[in-house]
């Protein structure tokens, strides 16, 4: 039995007063109590699942938790007049199709390290269960293209909630039951349950708390960027030291050889002294540490590219080829724009700012008063609008048709916010760059 009345319950969650009319209160008794009655086994089905994919190492987490009984009726109160209009007005919430219905009832969160870990992690999932529906939740400007490619339905979340989704079927017993998989990163896992305890039950916040929490999970993109670019880097490190300990080797070998060679002993000595000075050639970061063993500010750039260069030919070929892909694709788009004059606006800027930062016509400033903004032609920004770097391939400019922009911002000067990046997202097939705005702290700074 629920421990409220019917208006209590409703006044707790903050329900519409207009919803007591359209739902069955002693059908939502009963789902409770049923809901209860079953609650064991469902736990039982939770756990295998979360034991399977703890059999997948790359998964650093795994937490499963059924869905809490007053929450589950609170949704279907809330999901009654969505129903009603899919399946008609008779339609009314049951011990019958409540499990059909509602699909978390199991839930289940793998949690993992880096963000590239992701898709050996979807497949795992998709070549042990029936996924039957598979969502990915983003910010306005993430990249999406990989999801696309994978044919994953994209939900573009205003509060910054990031997340892969995947419903599952699965059959424990004669009746197939349907189950939630979130997989996420540790950073985004952080952020989730911080934005949750804040807006749950009213999601609705104080807009300085809303403010604040998008800043937080600008630092939590920009600490998982960060912490796939270390990953990378130590990868790399140990490939260029486990070459270098080859070299090492042969090395020795080659002075075995040279020492049994029946030579003048200055001729062999001048040899020796020649291998001597090439072993001294140690890379930057084999050397001495850089400034107590930190990296800092811009210094990064150049260490990775150092280390991608020596470490592995591979790697720095395929950044080279998406950097070239890239910038390929920027010069198209310039090339087929119908206009002729743009102000540039500097993403790098605007994210330290907080309001938008455009050019200045000299090209050697920036203003936030759009009424002073620089008009470019293409020809003066075709070759400034460019991926940052091969590590980084995204532009930290965009360039946005004069007219298109008087159109889209009443004000001269604009906060940049959720709303702004959502504004710029609706006419992005006429932007020339890209609108990730996940820009790593080095490249902002």
Known sequence: MIPLSKNEFFE???????????????????IYDHFLSIKDRLTAQAEFIAKT?????IIHTVRSRLKDPEHLVEKMIRKTPQRKEQKGEDFCFSVSNYQEEITDLIGVRAIHIFKEDW????????????VIENTANVRAGDNTERFSELDINVDRRKSGYRSVHYLIEF?????????????????????????HLLRYPHGEVPKII????????????S?????????????NLVQVQTDMDSKDKENKLLREKINSLKIEKSEKESILSSISVINERKPLYLGEPLQNDFIIGHDINSFFNKTLLLGSNDNDEKLKEIYENKRRDIFNKIESSTADNFY???????????????????GHGYTDNIDDAGIFTKEEFKYKIKPY???????????????TANELFEQSTILYSQEIVEKLESIEDKIVGDLNWDLPKIVID
């Open 223 to 235: 600490s998982d960027e960060m912490a796939s670019f270390l990953n990378m880097l130590k990868e």
């Open 389 to 403: 770097n091969y590590n980084f391939c995204f532009t930290t400019d965009i360039a946005i048709p004069i007219k």
């Open 12 to 30: 707790r969650y903050h329900l519409p007063e207009e919803y007591k009319e359209i739902i069955d209160w002693d059908q939502m008794v009963k």
């Open 171 to 195: 059959s424990p017993t004669s009746k197939k039951m349907v189950a939630e998989i979130q997989v996420r990163t540790i950073f985004e896992e952080g952020y989730g349950e911080i934005d």
């Open 344 to 362: 540039v606006l500097s993403k790098r800027k605007t994210i330290k700012k907080n309001t938008l930062q455009w050019w200045i016509h000299s």
């Open 210 to 221: 809303e403010l604040n929490l998008l800043l937080l999970n600008r630092i939590v993109g």
């Open 119 to 130: 898709e050996q992690i979807h497949n795992f999932i998709s070549e042990t269960w029936n």
């Open 53 to 57: 994919l703890r059999s997948n190492k």
